[in-house]
């Protein structure tokens, strides 16, 4: 017997595909129920046995599952927030965005406190997008974090926990305000000043050509990624990231004193020691 | 017959020892002939057939060879620039470090106008170092910048691209400050973003914990680069680098202040436009 009945999953990109490739394929619901605002999308993943089944209106999806999955672009969570209050208010659900505290919130003031939601994010993303890019095994081993409010629902918390783990995530627990800023680091920063750097070399390619090595394409990979998705994840997630970038900004700073004043000893020890750190992650 | 007689080179790590085997396979000289400052590493090479020969001090490797590669730490080659000047002044040489204006400058202070020096750079480097790293056909379709000034010898300019276009090297030849300005942007510029990035990390990492995911792990990838050899770069290209570093401030405080006054189409074409500049690179 399958741990969950119906799963319904709205968004069928690369982390919503993944996930319904891969909750079939681990036999976790009996039936996994798909909706893509795009036609095309839907019958490719009925076609290629991601999904079991889809409707072609969110309204009909969300009345007939016992568990959700939103996994859209976070400006278009909202809407479906609103449809879960209309049409299914009980539903257990959650999503898989990249930011926590706003979603959390905002399900609390569209639902109200006693929904049956918490919020979901696999550390398990790609620069690609699109149904095309899913992957097997997509969540085996990767870090998942919940992050349940003081009103979460426990059985919903222990529901959501269960799904990510049959999916072979290791799942931590956070509240919402503790995973944007560890976020705002660990990936936000990155992208963030990524993106920064290729703005400068789009307005420099005229000399810079194509002299570029192995060690730039790594380093910017991360700037191929999806430009709406980003543009929601820096304004929801803007004062952390703000405060993280004033952060780098104090370093750099300290980096830029160093250099101006030849200091060498002091420069490889700055080095070395980000070297070091970035070892022991591994 | 081989385009090369003896080829000497002076340091064994991932360039001289991948190098060395290179040209070796390739039969592009009749023999390699090593220097090390650690007589471990060239026994290795001797054993793994790296080198055809070593020398146990420099000064005979550069007198018994007639073209010589530098691929040395750059703050180790003014020494054997050096040995040169006192040994073989005439003999036809390169070097392989990723700062050219002062190399350059150097040789010519050192040895004089007349040297039989010209600057190489292939950009084929990685973040591992020693001759444990040494890799197969490492030079293969990569980038190799030569950089002549007005007192080059041609036929030093014609010998140098030959080594590297047998190495199946894309040869360009740009003067030496253009290297190092372009250089500065394409591979300094992101090493001492990287460098920073890991250190804010470095100061929070108790609340950061193992939060980090491939976004992260490939974009800092080059943080893991060998510290001696990036102090010498950052001191030796200081100029070009707080250059670049200076444009990406003013471009990180132009997106900060869209992200403030909440401009979403604003961020979104910034970042599409970086996205758009990055894919065109490949």
């Given at each position: 017997m399958s741990d969950f009945k119906k799963i319904g999953i709205i968004g069928l990109g690369v982390i919503g595909g993944s996930l319904a490739l891969e909750i079939k394929k681990r036999k976790i619901a009996e039936k996994v129920i798909g909706f893509s605002r795009k036609i095309k999308t839907m019958e490719k993943a009925l076609k290629e046995g991601i999904i079991d089944e889809f409707y072609d209106c969110p309204e009909k999806l969300i009345e007939n599952t016992d568990f959700l999955i939103l996994s859209t672009p976070i400006s278009a969570l909202y809407n479906y927030i609103k449809i879960i209050k209309v049409t299914n208010p009980k539903i257990f659900f959650t999503d898989v965005a990249s930011v926590k505290k706003v979603i959390c919130e905002n399900v609390e003031k569209i639902i109200g406190e006693n929904s049956n939601f918490v919020g979901s994010h696999p550390i398990a993303g790609s620069e690609k997008s699109g149904i095309e890019n899913i992957k097997d095994g997509l969540f085996e081993n990767k870090i998942v974090i919940i992050t349940p409010t003081k009103n979460t629902n426990k059985n919903v918390k222990k529901k959501v926990k269960l799904l990510w783990e049959k999916l072979g995530s290791k799942v931590y627990i956070m509240d919402p305000e503790q995973h944007d800023k560890i976020l705002g680091f660990t990936s936000h920063l990155p992208h963030l000043l990524i993106y920064t750097l290729l703005s400068v070399g789009e307005k420099n390619k005229e000399i810079l050509?194509?002299?570029?090595g192995s060690g730039f394409f790594d380093t910017t990979r991360i700037g191929k990624s999806n430009p709406e998705m980003w543009t929601d994840i820096f304004l929801e997630n803007k004062i952390n990231i703000l405060d993280w970038t004033k952060k780098f900004e104090d370093e750099i700073n300290k980096l830029k004193i160093i250099l101006k004043r030849n200091e060498r000893e002091k420069l490889y020890k700055f080095l070395k020691r980000a070297k070091i750190f970035r070892e022991s992650l591994e």
């Open positions: 050509k194509k002299f570029f």
